[in-house]
């Protein structure tokens, strides 16, 4: 059973820092392209920002030069880097495991982070 799990989520005053954690138990790991995405309430799930298995980033605009991901694959770990947080920044964050169509798409139970102004 494909299970990730989020943590470091919370509540920060804008302008603070907080680092998301996905493990990640899953045997292709190494081959996934890890992404973050979010969920406002009233508003749809939006991708954040992902990391191939090559370690190749994107990113929304609203969190460059903000956010940063990383991944440790001796850890099967994905880490989201969020500094200089807004209000508007405020979401539920999901962590997805994407190994292509023959293995599949992947989520874990999302982490709350609340920023306030």
């Known amino acids: 059973q494909v299970q990730l799990v989020e943590s470091g989520g919370g509540l920060v005053q804008a302008g603070g820092s907080l680092r998301l954690s996905c493990v990640a138990a899953?045997?292709?790991?190494?081959?996934?392209?890890m992404g973050w995405y979010r969920q406002a309430p009233g508003k749809q799930r939006e991708l954040v920002a992902a990391i191939r298995g090559d370690g190749d980033t994107n990113y929304a605009d609203s969190v460059k030069g903000r956010f940063t991901i990383s991944r440790d694959n001796a850890k099967n770990t994905v880490y989201l880097q969020m500094n200089s947080l807004r209000p508007e920044d405020t979401a539920i964050y999901y962590c997805n495991a994407d190994a292509g169509r023959d293995i599949g798409t992947y989520w874990g139970q999302g982490t709350q982070v609340t920023v306030s102004s």
């Open positions: 899953v045997r292709f790991f190494v081959i996934a392209t």
